[in-house]
């Protein structure tokens, strides 16, 4: 495996989340998203005067982390090696509507090697974290404004794991629905919910692994409209859905197999509102269940799912 790179994956916008799931209400029939309507998506995109994306910028030394905002997991690593300057990710999937938005950050010891961490933290661990905002195509990586910042304290003990938490105003010109109204996922039973979240999964992987455009499209297509909006992938632009079908039949093709993991763990999110398996052991730690390969890469498709209403499907919403 070594030999191949991994790549964090997917769907077309070039970000870590796939989707999935329509859900037409209790008893109803998931109805098929036509090729039009999949490419389609950004041409109904809004725009406004001003279109700002949100980043999370970090450095780190000596440690490895885990970044999350509003309870989403936006990135992490538990890799060798020290970041190599700032390292930033964009997070506006993640913000569904203006006001106050959550950062926390869980900071363990170094990698010894993947995955295998050394028992605490030391005197060299840094990190330290900020948030900032701008416009692709109109601000440098550099001018964007920093609203947030942190860093942790010099380590004075040994200890398994440092966590930080802030709050950061953010103003968006629009508003996703998301996992806004999503149901308690954590009062129902674990072993329960992590057979049904399988399911989808399972659903989800045969449909790439025939090829089956129509089928995955279609349980992609409103968490996509989502992304496309928080990103403003507009008709016209390299980003954009404009052949958004054409692609994933083209990423269909490439994939030599695709396959469910087995050494998995089912993880809360959003407050309990959303849940994903994430794989457990040390080496791909907190990588996504979902394992794709190509000649020459591994691909791992993310999939959080949340319920819609009591009594509802479990969707695909980042």
Same mark, same amino acid.
């Given at each position: ?35 039009? %309507?999949?490419?389609?998506i950004s ?60 950062i926390r ?17 030391? %005197?060299?661990?840094?990190? #330290? ?43 968006v010109p ?54 496309? %909006? ?51 052991? #040390? ?12 000649? #020459? ?22």
């Open positions: 495996m070594d030999w191949k790179n991994k790549i964090l994956a997917v769907l077309l916008a070039g970000i870590i989340n796939t989707a999935c799931g329509q859900y037409a209400g209790k008893g109803q029939v998931e109805k098929p998203v036509t090729r039009e %309507q999949y490419n389609n041409k109904a995109i809004k725009t406004f005067d001003h279109n700002p994306t949100y980043q999370v910028r970090f450095t780190a030394a000596f440690c490895t982390y885990e970044i999350y905002i509003n309870d989403m997991l936006a990135t992490f690593s538990f890799t060798t090696g020290n970041s190599a300057g700032e390292q930033h990710a964009d997070i506006p999937q993640y913000i569904l509507k203006s006001g106050k938005q959550k950050v869980k900071v363990f010891p170094k990698a010894i090697e993947d995955g295998k961490l050394e028992q605490a933290l030391t %005197q060299k661990a840094e990190f #330290s974290v900020c948030i900032a905002f701008g416009e692709y195509n109109k601000d440098k990586h550099e001018d964007f404004k920093e609203v947030w910042k942190l860093k942790m304290p010099m380590v004075q003990e040994p200890l398994p794991f440092y966590e930080m938490e802030g709050v950061f105003d953010a103003e629009y508003m996703l629905k998301g996992w806004s109204d999503g149901e308690d996922l954590t009062m129902e039973p674990k072993e329960q919910l992590k057979k049904e979240v399988l399911q989808v999964y399972d659903r989800f992987s045969s449909a790439f692994e025939k090829k089956d455009v129509k089928t995955v499209a279609t349980m992609i297509y409103n968490r996509e409209k989502e992304v496309a %909006q928080a990103f403003f992938f507009k008709s016209g632009e390299p980003k954009s859905y404009d052949d958004g079908w054409e692609k994933l039949s083209t990423e269909a093709s490439d994939l030599v197999s695709i396959r469910v993991a087995k050494d998995i763990e089912l993880r809360y999110f959003a407050g309990g509102k959303v849940v994903a398996l994430l794989k457990a052991s #040390s080496q791909d730690r907190d990588f996504p269940a979902i394992e794709g390969e190509t000649e #020459s890469s591994y691909i791992y498709y993310a999939l959080y799912l949340y319920r819609p209403e009591p009594g509802a499907p479990l969707e695909i919403i980042r």
